[in-house]
């Protein structure tokens, strides 16, 4: 990608990103169902739940397929010396070993952060509005009328 292309690309991003701090001249957020400004984000710990357990289940499945190849390579040297195609074999193994157990281990990772997420939403998001819901300033600002 050309220098140019990409700075052209990045000025474009920039026009279309809206920072939280600055107020969008279209009144900002979509209608809510009493023709308010609601906020565009919505989260909540459903999502980041269930991607962690897919990321728990591709972590077994890759488990399992390292169990199954090391087995499915036994004895494949036995009987086979000397042939060309047990060495490259032999080769293949270890490469799909290395990234057999590089994808197990990112999807550990992500298992861990994604469940974190999750209860991060589930639990101290709702917390912290609860905190801020308390304090009281006379007034609601504009997102919240």
Do not use: Y
Not at 7 to 20: G, I, N
Not at 34 to 56: F, R
Not at 73 to 101: N, P, Y
């Amino acid at each position: 990608m050309a220098w140019d292309e990409w700075e052209q690309l990045k000025a474009c991003t920039a026009q279309r990103m809206q920072l939280d701090h600055v107020a969008d001249p279209g009144g900002g957020g979509s209608r809510g169902s009493s023709g308010g400004s609601a906020p565009d984000l919505k989260a909540s710990k459903g999502p980041w739940t269930k991607a962690s357990g897919v990321a728990q289940e591709l972590r077994t499945a890759t488990h399992s397929g390292l169990t199954e190849l090391s087995t499915a390579h036994e004895g494949v040297t036995g009987g086979a010396d000397g042939f060309a195609s047990t060495a490259a074999l032999s080769q293949i193994l270890l490469t799909w070993e290395k990234r057999l157990t590089s994808v197990r281990e990112e999807c550990d990772r992500l298992h861990g952060a994604l469940a974190k997420t999750g209860r991060d939403f589930g639990e101290v998001d709702p917390a912290v509005a609860g905190n801020v819901n308390r304090v009281d300033t006379g007034r609601k600002p504009d997102w919240a009328r």
